[in-house]
């Protein structure tokens, strides 16, 4: 079993960064995959990025969002720059054992409760 909490969400301009974080506990939480997701209203969830041994990323975020991973702290962070109002959305982690499928929503077995990001114009 493995429990993950996020944070980091709030309001900020277009143009400015958040950093969002995940903290994982239970074990192994360190043998699976660490990813980001987000919901906007009206619309589906809708992948983000994961890290394993190396990071993909949505190619709406691909050169403005750095997903890193901390393995001592068991911690996950997604690093958001040049934020556009379209990024506004709940922003949820989540892991997984495998890369297999990894843009699938329903691939993952564990999730947070969620953050949210809000970015005004």
């Known amino acids: 079993q493995v429990q993950l909490v996020d944070s980091g969400g709030g309001l900020v301009q277009a143009g400015g960064s958040l950093r969002l974080s995940c903290a994982a506990s239970?074990?192994?939480?360190?043998?699976?995959?660490m990813g980001w997701f987000r919901q906007a209203p009206g619309k589906e969830r809708e992948f983000v990025a994961i890290?394993?041994?190396?990071?993909y990323y949505a190619d709406a975020v691909k050169g403005r969002f750095t997903i890193s991973r901390d393995g001592a702290k068991n911690t996950a962070y997604l690093q958001m720059n040049n934020l556009k109002p379209e990024d506004t959305a709940v922003y949820y982690c989540?892991?997984?054992?495998?890369?297999?499928?990894?843009?699938?929503?329903?691939?993952?077995?564990?999730w947070g409760p969620g953050t949210q990001v809000t970015v005004s114009s």
């Open positions: 239970g074990r192994p939480a360190s043998v699976y995959k």
């Open positions: 989540a892991a997984k054992r495998s890369l297999i499928g990894y843009t699938r929503a329903s691939a993952y077995d564990y």
């Open positions: 890290i394993g041994d190396i990071a």
